[in-house]
């Protein structure tokens, strides 16, 4: 008699496919039967899980409410977070979307796709402007030295947001001058390190790649030495860029993996005092003060740089599943009304401006709003390879995969 071995096992992503149906109970009580699942209120349907690789904006799928609301359409998010630029280089053959956070990765995943045959869609659901998180009696210190200029209002004349002047900020960092020099102590705190604004690891993060653009940005073409349009146009300059604001970015110390973590505890103030964030995590502390406390987080503001740059994250998807989740994401009015409360600025649905309705809700939560000038400087990025080369020059960092084109150059 012939006995067959046991079955092979299904292979990991297929586990990961079959486990929300083994999170399903059914039992027999009272001659019925009762169906038991993690969200009781669903009927009986099929949950696909979602691989995903995500970096910042994973703090999005992370929320309770978003979970439940992707489980309505039977869609489960499963993360693995790491960097943006780390996105870049790894492989994602096993995953349905990666969702870096900013357009440099981006572009290198889509062109490195495109380059292999096979194309991607991406989708554009919100944008959140790089912004320098900091703490009251930092930002007034600024503002008694001429660099930062509270923006109006607010109902109590305590403002939550100020204008940074980046090129007299950035002149205050190259002269290694500290907060002891700006007199702090007038403000109650002492601090005698320098005056500089700390990101998170070059190598790793958008946020930190998006900053060294804006330093770049303003040191090349708003500074008194240089004229206004130059950023580089070859390797040989984005190099000598990098070498230029170096010591402009390097003397933070050793960098923290997700710098939000850092401003939000309670240490912040005294190892973190300027952190580079994006605005949807300082709005969405805010919001969540708001709601357990009944009142703001006074004490933590935002320093908006006169030079800004609005990242656009995308959710790149690799699979029908990914393009279902990057549709709901984009589409849902549920999950875009979710975005807004999580202090994201949601694009309009056909695709439009980035304003939508983040004021009306934060009006609604007696929140003040960030009243920016229009009159502030855009900043420029390089093109995709020359920005690159400036990061990689800045933080000693590995090369992205580079995709070629058809005359077998970098694109």
Known sequence: MRVAGPAPAPPRRLWRRLLPAALALVTAVSGGLVLVTEQA????????????????????????????LLMRHGIRVHITRMGSREIAHQDYDDYDVVFPSGQPAADSITRRRADEGRPVTAYRPFVSPIVLGTYREYAETLKDAGIATPLPGAGDGQTLYYRLDMRRFLALTAAGRRWTDLHIERHGLHNDNRVLAQTSDICEANSAGTYLGLVS???????????????????????????DIRALLND??????????????????????????????????????????????????????????????????????GERLGELVSHDEALRERARELGFRVRDDDGGSADGTLDDHLRAQHIQVPMLSADDTKAVLPRLDLFERMVEVVGDCDPLPKASTADGEAP
């Open 217 to 243: 940005y303003v040191d090349h073409t708003v500074g008194e030495h240089r004229a206004k349009g130059d950023i580089p146009q070859d390797l040989a300059q984005a190099e000598e860029f990098g070498r």
């Open 41 to 68: 209120a669903l009927p009986f349907q099929r949950i696909v899980t979602i691989e995903a690789k995500m970096a910042s904006k994973s703090d999005y799928f992370d929320d309770p409410e978003v979970r439940r």
């Open 252 to 321: 933070q110390g050793m960098p923290s993996s997700e710098k939000n973590e850092t401003y939000v505890s309670a240490e912040g103030k005294s190892i973190s005092p300027i952190a580079v964030i994006y605005e949807h995590q300082f709005l969405a502390h805010q919001l969540q003060a708001k709601a357990s406390s009944g009142h703001v987080d006074a004490s933590r503001v935002l320093l908006y740089p006169s030079a800004r740059f609005f990242t656009e994250p995308q959710l790149i998807a690799l699979t029908p599943d």
